[in-house]
């Protein structure tokens, strides 16, 4: 059975920075590419940024600079690591598995496998 699992999410005043976990079991990230995703409440999807096997990244525009992703393949665990962070990063993060590549203001892809997410809350 294929299982996303993200964590790290938590509480975190304006300025903070948090890591967030995505860890796979099931796939191996050899074989796909890593999205990060984040939904506000009542909100559209967004995504935030993708790491390939090749180790090729992708941000969001809004968010580069403050944002970083990497990965562990061997492990099969992907984080995030949100810096400096703003109000507006308050959203329920999801990592997904598929393939990505470069597009508009942040990537394109089609991800087929989704963890549940992630909590972030960001207080001023």
């Known amino acids: 059975e294929v299982q996303l699992q993200a964590s790290g999410g938590g509480l975190v005043q304006a300025g903070g920075y948090l890591t967030l976990s995505c860890a796979a079991s099931?796939?191996?990230?050899?074989?796909?590419?890593i999205g990060w995703f984040r939904q506000a409440s009542g909100k559209e999807t967004e995504a935030v940024s993708c790491i390939r096997s090749d180790g090729t990244t992708y941000y969001k525009d809004s968010v580069k600079g403050r944002i970083t992703i990497s990965s562990d393949n061997a492990a099969n665990t992907v984080y995030l690591q949100l810096n400096s962070l703003r109000p507006e990063d308050t959203a329920v993060y999801f990592c997904?598995?598929?393939?990505?590549?470069?597009?508009?203001?942040?990537?394109?892809?089609?991800?087929?496998?989704w963890g549940q997410g992630t909590q972030v809350t960001v207080s001023s």
């Open positions: 099931g796939i191996t990230f050899d074989d796909y590419a």
């Open positions: 997904a598995a598929g393939f990505c590549i470069a597009g508009g203001s942040s990537f394109d892809g089609a991800f087929g496998f």
